[in-house]
């Protein structure tokens, strides 16, 4: 049974720090791309970082560069997500989402499992 478990969500005043931690279990972790999407209430889910769990590679949305770094630890089938200075904008639920291949794709359609989400709350 293939899971995504997300943990580290919170509430942390502007300026604060969070890391996400993606835990899955069930596939072959190497064969496949895992992304961070958010969903803020009222708004579509968007795509905020992914990483190719092969080669390392890596995608950030705009909103999110130089603040958010996405790493992945192979050993631990575990993606996270450190957020720096965050904003109350990037307050939403993440969640992490996975699909077959190696293309970094930040778009909801093209993942094929996802996790459950964890709260995310900036405070200004």
């Known amino acids: 049974e293939v899971q995504l478990v997300e943990s580290g969500g919170g509430l942390v005043q502007a300026g604060g720090s969070l890391r996400l931690s993606c835990a899955a279990s069930?596939?072959?972790?190497?064969?496949?791309?895992i992304g961070w999407f958010r969903q803020a209430p009222g708004k579509e889910r968007e795509g905020v970082s992914c990483?190719?769990?092969?080669?390392?590679?890596?995608y950030y949305a705009d909103s999110v560069k130089g603040r958010f770094t996405i790493s992945s630890d192979n050993a631990k089938n575990t993606v996270y997500l450190q957020m720096n200075n965050l904003k109350p904008e990037d307050t939403a639920v993440y969640y992490c989402?996975?699909?077959?291949?190696?293309?970094?794709?930040?778009?909801?359609?093209?993942?094929?499992?996802w996790g459950q989400g964890t709260q995310v709350t900036v405070s200004s």
């Open positions: 989402a996975a699909h077959y291949g190696l293309l970094l794709r930040p778009w909801v359609s093209d993942y094929d499992y």
């Open positions: 069930g596939f072959i972790f190497d064969d496949y791309a």
């Open positions: 990483i190719s769990s092969s080669d390392g590679s890596t």
